[in-house]
């Protein structure tokens, strides 16, 4: 690689994405971003490339950063490089950090919940909770209007 500079971000998607380029090529570009720190392109590049050895760096840099995003994409590139021991270990690390959020992703092996979607769904106040729907105060259930109810309000309104 002749080149030592950063890539414009088009030239980076070429690059990156290209099936023309290497998996060797890519590997180099992944370790220049990563010598200025630029983990995120790193990791895009290594993930292309299938590197092995540099994903496997940067899952334990992962697990020591308690880094959920960077290990879960690892694993869900190459499976076979993340274990549950990696999700109790960064666990543990993002406890030790504070990182409750990505303590708790730990906790569920990298499976991301949804909390708030599921308190929505579970709150919706158009079901109840056998799951049939809510009526409304007019004693009739939401999804049954239809165009003459629909009219006669419009009118009524007019």
Do not use: C
Request: glycine letters at 6%; a negative charge.
């Amino acid at each position: 690689m002749a080149q030592k500079r950063l890539l414009k971000p088009m030239e980076k998607r070429k690059v990156l994405y290209s099936p023309e380029i290497p998996a060797d090529e890519k590997t180099e570009w992944g370790r220049l971003y990563l010598s200025q720190d630029l983990v995120s392109d790193a990791l895009a590049f290594f993930i292309e490339a299938k590197s092995k050895v540099d994903l496997e760096k940067l899952r334990d840099r992962a697990v020591s950063e308690a880094d959920a995003f960077m290990l879960r994409a690892i694993g869900n590139a190459m499976p076979e490089l993340v274990t549950p021991a990696h999700w109790e270990a960064l666990g543990q690390s993002a406890a030790a950090k504070g990182k409750t959020a990505a303590a708790e992703q730990a906790a569920r092996g990298g499976l991301v919940e949804m909390p708030v979607v599921d308190a929505i769904i579970k709150d919706d106040p158009t079901k109840h909770e056998d799951g049939q729907p809510a009526e409304d105060a007019d004693g009739k259930d939401d999804d049954d209007t239809d165009e003459t109810t629909l009219a006669g309000k419009a009118v009524q309104g007019a």
